[in-house]
C-alpha cells in the first residue's frame, strides 16, 4: 500500500488534469451558447422555431427516394462551395451553374428559369408532332401554326408589306413617289391607326386595351394608353445613350434601303436618310411627351373617364371616332366611357397635331417605319443583321410580333410555341397540360392550394406584428386575403376529355385551318387574339377567374383590379417545385413565389385595390384602404427597402448604367423580400402541424444541410442566370425586377432567419446590424 503523504499516483494526476479540462471546456461552451443565445434573441423573430444545425449530435435521416435524389443533383448543378454563403450567398448557390451554362452565341440570357421554359416549351412540341387523328379543332389549329412557323418559307414577302402599306395609309410616303397627304384623309389616316392595331396587333401613337373597368367592377371598360416605345424611354431622354438612338436611326435607314429594293423603289437615298430622320425626331418627340414607368404607380391618377363628346372637346385634333370605330369591330359601346390614363401625353400629342409640328407625312412615315419593324422577318434576304440588331437594343415591352432569327432546330421550334404562348395563350396551355398524367395534375393542385393557404395564414400573421399598421387597416388587409381569387394550374373550365369548351373559345381562330402562308396564318393569329383577349371582351361579363396569360407559362403573377394570384402549371416544375421533392425545396422555390405575388396585393400598388379588385377612392395625401397612419408606416418600410437597393449599387459597378434602381424596383424587392420570409413560416408551420415536429429526411449528397437551409438554396438557385451586358442594361433601364444576383443577397440580408440558420456571424454580408436591415411586412 502507498504512503498516503507519498506522490501522487500517474494514474490519478491524469484523472485530475482531465476534470480540470473537462471543468474549462464547459465553461467555454457555455460561454459561447450563451453568446449565442444573446445573439438570436437580439434579430430572430418571437416565434419558436427550431434550427437544425448542419452538425447535428444524432446521425441525420437520408433519404433516397428518386425525388429526393433529384432535388439534390439540381441544387448541385449550382452550388460552388468555394463560396461563404454568409458573404455570398448568391455566388454559393449559383457559380457552378454560371460557369457551365455560358451564354450562347446570339443569345441574351440563359438561367434556371428559361431552362424550365424550354423543357415545357418540348413537352409541347412533342404533343404537336402527334398524328392522332382525334386532335381538338383547337389542337389542330395549334398544330398547324407551329408547323407553318417551323418551315416558315415566309421570308421576302416585302410585297405583302408594301400592299398593307397601301391599303391602310396609301403607301409608304418616303418610298413611293405619288403618296400626297391630300389623298388621305383626317379619318383615314386614324382608321389605319386602328386597322393596324386590330389586325396586325401593332400600336403606333396611342394604344387600347380592354380590362375590367376599376369603379364598376361588374363591366369592363376600354383602356386609352400612351404609345409603346420600341426602346426604354431612357434611350431616348439620357443624354449619355445618344450612341444606341445614332445605331438605332442608322439600323432603320439600312433596313428601309433593303425594303426600298425590294419593292423596286426608286427614291433617292437622300430622300431616305431626309425623312427617315424626320420620322426619329417625332417619336423623340413623343418619348419625351411619354410618362416614366416610376410615375406610373397611382391608378387613380390613371383613371380620367371620358365621354366620346368629351373626348372630342378635350383632344380635338385626335380622330376618336374613326380611331375607336376600327377598333371596336361590333359596333358602338352599350356604355359611352372611355378612360383616357395619361392625360399628359395626350394633350402633348393634340398639341402637336394642332400646332402641325410634324406633317402628315411624316406621321405616315414614322407609323410604317414601325409597321417594318414589325415585320422584319417578312423582309427579303439581308435584314437578318438588323433584326437582330432591333432584338438587341429594342426594351421588350411589346409591339414587335417577330420570330427571333434561329440556327438550331430546338431553338426555332422554343421560339414558335413562344409565339402560341402569346397570341394563343389557353390553346398552348391545354396541350400542354393534355400531355400530363391526370392524377399527377390533381395531386399537384392540391398540394399548391394546401401551401397557398399555409402561405397566406402566415403572412396574415406577420402583419399582425406591424406596430404602425392599425387594426383598421389590420381588418381590411384580413378581408383582402379573404377576397383572394387563387387561380392554380390551369382554369376549371378546361375539360380534358370534351373540347367543346376549348373549341368554342377559339372560334375566332378557324380560319388559319384553311391558310398555308406564315404571313397570312399571322396575321390570323393577331386578329384572332385581339378580337379574343382585348377589344372582343369589352361587352362580355367580367371575370376574375381569368388567367389572362398561358398554363404554359413559367411565371406567376398578381393582378390587382382582379384581387387574383395565378400560379401556372408550367411553373409548378423544377427549379421551383416538383410533387416528389422535399417539402423543404418546395416551398423555398415556389412557397416563395406564392409569397411573392401574394405580397403585391398589399404593396403601394395593390393596397389601392380591394377585396373584389375595386379602386379604392384617394384622400388629399395617400391611396387605398389603409388609413393615414398605416400608410405612414408603410412608406417608411418602403423607403428603407428603396434606399438600401440604391446605396448598395446592385449588380454592376462600372459603365454608365450600373445600378438597379431602388424606386423603380421597390415593388418587387418589397414582395421578394416579405414573400420569401412568409413561405419560410409557412414552411415552418407545415413541418409543426403535418409532421409533428419532426424534421425532413435530407438530401443524399447534401446530407450536411439542414432542411431549412436547403429551403434557402433552393431559393437561391431559382435565379441563376447568365445575361449579355446589352440585356443587362436594358433591365436596369426598364424593368421593375432587379437582377437575380440582387433578388437573392439583399434578401437574405433582410432575413434574419437565414443567417441563423447557417450560423452567419454578426456583420457578415448576410447577417448585417439591425440598423442596416429593412424589416418588411414585420414587426419582428
Known amino acids: 500500500m502507498a504512503d498516503a503523504n507519498g506522490p501522487i499516483p500517474k494514474i490519478v494526476l491524469v484523472f485530475v488534469i482531465l476534470a480540470v479540462a473537462l471543468g474549462i471546456a464547459s465553461l467555454v461552451l457555455n460561454i459561447l451558447i450563451l453568446s449565442k443565445e444573446n445573439e438570436k434573441k437580439q434579430g430572430e423573430s418571437t416565434e419558436t422555431i427550431s434550427r437544425p444545425t448542419s452538425a447535428p449530435a444524432a446521425q441525420p435521416v437520408v433519404s433516397n427516394s428518386t425525388g429526393f435524389k433529384e432535388a439534390a443533383e439540381i441544387l448541385l448543378n449550382g452550388l460552388d462551395f468555394s463560396f461563404d454563403p454568409c458573404e455570398d450567398f448568391y455566388m454559393f448557390t449559383c457559380n ?65 408589306v408594301h400592299q398593307v402599306m397601301v391599303s391602310t395609309f396609301n403607301g409608304f410616303p418616303m418610298l413611293d413617289e405619288n403618296w400626297s397627304e391630300a389623298g388621305l384623309t383626317d379619318a383615314d389616316f386614324w382608321k389605319g391607326i386602328g386597322i393596324l392595331e386590330l389586325h396586325y396587333g401593332m400600336a403606333s401613337l396611342l394604344q387600347s386595351y380592354v380590362s375590367i373597368d376599376y369603379k364598376n367592377i361588374s363591366r369592363n371598360a376600354l383602356f386609352i394608353d400612351q404609345l409603346l416605345l420600341m426602346m426604354a424611354r431612357d434611350y431616348y431622354v439620357k443624354p449619355h445613350f445618344i450612341d444606341y438612338l445614332d445605331t438605332y436611326l442608322d439600323s432603320l435607314i439600312d433596313t428601309i434601303r433593303q425594303f426600298k429594293a425590294d419593292i423596286q423603289s426608286t427614291v433617292p437615298d437622300e430622300t431616305i436618310v431626309q425623312e427617315a430622320t424626320e420620322a ?164 399537384v393542385r392540391k398540394d399548391i392550394a394546401k401551401q397557398t393557404e399555409y402561405v397566406i395564414e402566415r403572412f396574415l400573421d406577420m402583419i399582425a406584428t406591424l406596430p404602425w399598421l392599425t387594426s383598421t387597416s389590420l381588418d381590411s388587409a384580413r378581408r383582402k386575403a379573404q377576397g383572394l381569387i387563387k387561380n392554380y394550374g390551369w382554369p376549371d373550365w378546361f375539360d380534358f376529355n370534351d373540347s367543346t369548351s376549348i373549341d368554342a373559345y377559339h372560334i375566332h381562330y378557324n380560319s388559319i385551318l384553311n391558310m398555308s402562308d406564315w404571313w397570312d396564318i399571322t396575321n390570323a393569329l393577331q386578329y384572332a387574339s385581339q378580337v379574343t383577349e382585348n377589344f372582343g371582351t369589352l361587352e362580355k361579363e367580367p371575370d376574375r377567374y381569368n388567367f389572362l396569360q398561358s398554363p404554359a407559362a413559367v411565371n406567376a403573377w398578381y393582378q390587382p383590379e382582379r384581387n387574383s394570384i395565378t400560379l401556372p402549371f408550367a411553373t409548378l416544375n423544377p427549379p421551383y417545385y416538383r410533387y416528389d421533392f422535399p417539402q423543404a425545396y418546395n416551398y423555398g422555390g415556389q412557397g416563395g413565389t406564392v409569397g411573392h405575388e401574394l405580397t403585391h396585393g398589399y404593396d403601394d400598388e395593390g393596397v389601392q385595390f380591394g377585396p373584389t379588385g375595386e379602386l379604392y377612392p384617394c384622400v388629399w395625401n395617400h391611396c387605398g384602404w389603409m388609413d393615414k397612419n398605416s400608410t405612414s408606416g408603410f412608406i417608411n418600410m418602403a423607403q428603407c427597402v428603396v434606399s438600401q437597393y440604391s446605396e448598395q449599387c446592385c449588380p454592376l459597378k462600372t459603365g454608365s448604367v450600373h445600378c438597379a434602381s431602388g424606386e423603380r424596383t421597390q415593388g418587387e424587392n418589397i414582395a421578394d423580400i416579405g414573400g420569401q420570409l412568409a413561405s419560410y413560416k409557412a414552411y415552418r408551420h407545415y413541418i409543426a402541424v403535418e409532421r409533428n415536429g419532426v424534421e425532413e429526411d435530407r438530401l443524399p449528397g447534401l446530407e450536411q444541410f439542414t432542411p431549412n437551409q436547403i429551403f434557402w438554396i433552393a431559393y437561391g438557385y431559382t435565379w441563376c442566370m447568365n445575361m449579355s451586358t446589352e440585356y443587362l442594361t436594358r433591365l436596369l433601364l426598364t424593368n421593375p425586377h432587379a437582377p437575380g444576383m440582387c433578388r437573392v443577397n439583399q434578401v437574405m440580408q433582410d432575413i434574419p432567419d437565414f443567417a441563423l440558420d447557417f450560423n452567419c456571424q454578426r456583420g457578415s454580408s448576410m447577417y448585417p446590424p439591425d440598423t442596416q436591415r429593412c424589416q418588411v411586412w414585420t414587426g419582428q
Open 96 to 160: 457552378k451553374y454560371l460557369k457551365t451554362n455560358p451564354l450562347p452565341s446570339g443569345t441574351n440570357r440563359v438561367g434556371t428559369y428559361s431552362d424550365t421554359q424550354r423543357q415545357v416549351n418540348n413537352a409541347i412540341v412533342l404533343a404537336l408532332n402527334t398524328s392522332d387523328n382525334l386532335l381538338s379543332n383547337t389542337e389542330k389549329i395549334l398544330q398547324k401554326v407551329f408547323t407553318s412557323c417551323m418551315t416558315l418559307p415566309s421570308a421576302g414577302r416585302s410585297a405583302r
Open 280 to 443: 426619329a425626331e417625332l417619336e423623340l418627340s413623343l418619348a419625351l411627351a411619354s410618362v416614366p414607368s416610376d410615375l406610373l404607380r397611382n391608378f387613380e391618377q390613371q383613371y380620367n373617364p371620358y365621354t366620346l363628346a368629351e373626348l372630342r372637346t378635350a383632344y380635338p385634333s385626335i380622330g376618336w371616332d374613326a380611331y375607336l370605330g376600327a377598333i371596336i369591330e361590333q359596333g358602338e359601346p352599350s356604355h359611352d366611357e372611355y378612360i383616357i390614363q395619361q392625360p399628359s401625353y395626350f394633350g402633348t400629342l393634340n398639341t402637336i397635331l394642332a400646332g402641325k409640328q410634324y406633317s402628315k407625312r411624316t406621321l405616315v412615315n414614322f407609323i410604317m417605319m414601325r409597321f417594318l419593324q414589325n415585320n422584319l422577318d417578312f423582309l427579303g434576304n439581308g435584314t437578318d443583321q438588323y433584326s437582330r440588331l432591333f432584338e438587341i437594343i429594342r426594351s421588350g415591352q411589346g409591339g414587335m410580333k417577330k420570330r427571333p432569327e434561329v440556327a438550331a432546330w430546338e431553338d426555332q421550334a422554343y421560339s414558335c410555341v413562344s409565339l402560341t404562348e402569346d397570341l394563343m395563350p389557353y390553346a398552348n396551355g391545354y396541350v400542354y397540360l393534355k400531355g400530363i398524367d391526370a392524377n399527377l395534375r390533381d395531386n
